[in-house]
């Protein structure tokens, strides 16, 4: 991908598209932000959407479409079994990932969930870079054990390696060896999510799949972050550079047995699903499919659906579009890193991560720093961000808080979205925050489900800090927004 570079020697990423269709955001003055966090009860997810600002929550399912994507879906062939629009689908992934089998689902959960039903029992272990909330909750639930083998250095928030989502090969060599636990799959997350979007490098993914081969384990990829990984797999490991987005794709998948996807995230639509090679237990998942998510030909998929999907795996192959993504968060993150404000760095994808633990070190993990920013940044902006953290942990089995070594304030950064200038507006309430970070203090629950409590818990401040910061907002913001 040939760069555009300013005369006047900027470095600011410029978009490699156009806005054709717009919605309209509303910003509420500060007041009302503090009472709307109030009656969500802290948890961001409780928020309306008409009362954000900038949603950067997730980049699940809220990536923009392309022209191509909206009028692919008005074709879109309608049928419970057999539609054309299936068709294509499955030719697609099959293409670009050279497998032989191609099984739908709702979303990548769903993927999951068949996934642990069939090949997870009580006591197994399950190896992998790093934990997703999904994918552990279903694995947990069929009585398996998460074991995480990030290489060194990975949960060092701020850092110059550039694949912090590698494997640590030499310690799953000597777990595959001594074969005292039953280990059904190993499990490689592209882009890992919860340590801020970080790759893995195409040489460490060939390095696991060698052990897996010789131990004669699966290995399972969740490539629902896999976009941004291939562009940072292209652009920082040298000896891809001159690999298409299209090679590196296929050869990602040549290390991979399964390889599970939300389209919500890869292909800038909504959906799931499964490619694999051909394998005993196709049959058994392809049952599975049929009792959990649909049928085989569209698997909890609306047509429409499948053919962005379709489209949108394609545009994926096109380094300009999979750039745009880790172009603005390395924006952001330089931004932030200009002003001295705690960041993951290198930057990821999927969003800036700031780094709570360090913004709010004050706070222990038990009143959740990354849920308190969360809630600050709400009020100080009208800005939804994700909680990373310890909220986002399951208690362990004794009802101890599980303390995430990692606190993290996730704003994820949807493709093609947001303007630059919006952006520069997130960066400036961020700043402000960090200016008057000593007013903010903790939360605590006042309803806490057992399983994914982060979703739907409730929570109240431990004080009265959000008056407080309010009032401090509009001291010095006078009568604006
Ligand atoms: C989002 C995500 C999932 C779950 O996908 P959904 O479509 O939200 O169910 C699984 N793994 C990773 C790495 C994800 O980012």
Known sequence: MKAIRFFSGEDIPLERHKVRIVQKLELLPVEERQQKIFEAKNNLYLLKNRDVFLDML?????NAMSDRQLSAMIDADDAYAGSETYVELEAKVKELFGMDH???AHQGRGCEKILADLLV?????????YHFTTTKAHITRCGGEVLELLAEGGEICQSDDPFKGNMNVAALRD?????SRRIPFVRMEAGANLIGGQPFSLANLRETADVCRAHDVLLVLDASLLQDNLYFIKVRETSCRDTSIRELTRAIADCCDIIYMSFRKLGFAKGGGIVMRDNPLVGRLKELVVLNEGFLTYGGMSVREMAAVTVGLEETMDETVIAQGPEFIRYMTGELVRRGIPVVTPAGGLGCHLNAGQFLPDIPGEAYPAGALAAALYIAGGIRGMERGTMSEQRNTDGSEHISPLELLRLAVPRRV??????K??????HWLWENRSLIEGLRFTREPEILRFFVGELEPVSDWQDKLAARFRAD?????
């Open 58 to 62: 997730t980049d699940s399912g809220v």
């Open 102 to 104: 191609f099984l739908p």
């Open 121 to 129: 029992r009580p006591g197994d272990l399950l190896p992998m870079n």
């Open 175 to 179: 777990l595959l060896a001594d074969k």
């Open 418 to 423: 947001f303007t630059l200038s919006q952006i």
């Open 425 to 430: 507006y997130c960066i400036d309430r961020v």
């Open 477 to 481: 913001f006078g009568d604006s927004l």
